[in-house]
């Protein structure tokens, strides 16, 4: 029987070669167009740290993809304690990046983020809105106890 991190391994291989064999059939037509799209990415421990989702992807003569419908989530353990959604963003394969001049929204349980354009760097996770950022944060309920008025 195989273990977590194995079975972790394989669903990893399984998409990436699929996800390669079709950037090497997308890279031979120009403008090739995939619906639903997931890219994931693991930590060494194989672990889910992260998942990047379309709607739909073209690839691009540059060697770009155009992601519409993106949607990033952010694990922490098994659970997605943060997501990104943006209309439109491009790929950068090469240096795994994401970018993106339209509006993007940044959810997590006790915040809401908004703004206009972001630059994305897949390697380390890293998020950067480029204007127009707005912070909404959620009144929280931590520490007060069943009854006790605040």
Known sequence: MMNRTG???VLFWTTALGA?????R?????????AG???????????LKSQMFGDLAKSLPDGHIEITGLKIEFYEGTQVNLRVTAP??????????????GPVRITRDNMVITGTGFQFNKQDDRFKILSQAKVVLKETQR????????
């Open 7 to 9: 079975l972790a391994a």
């Open 143 to 150: 520490g007060l106890s069943k009854g006790t008025q605040p």
């Open 37 to 47: 799209v997931r890219i994931p990415s693991y930590d060494e421990q194989g672990r």
């Open 88 to 101: 439109l963003c491009l790929f950068d394969r090469a240096r795994n990046t994401a970018q993106s001049e």
């Open 20 to 24: 390669a064999a079709w950037l090497a």
């Open 26 to 34: 997308a890279q031979n037509t120009d403008f090739q167009s995939v």
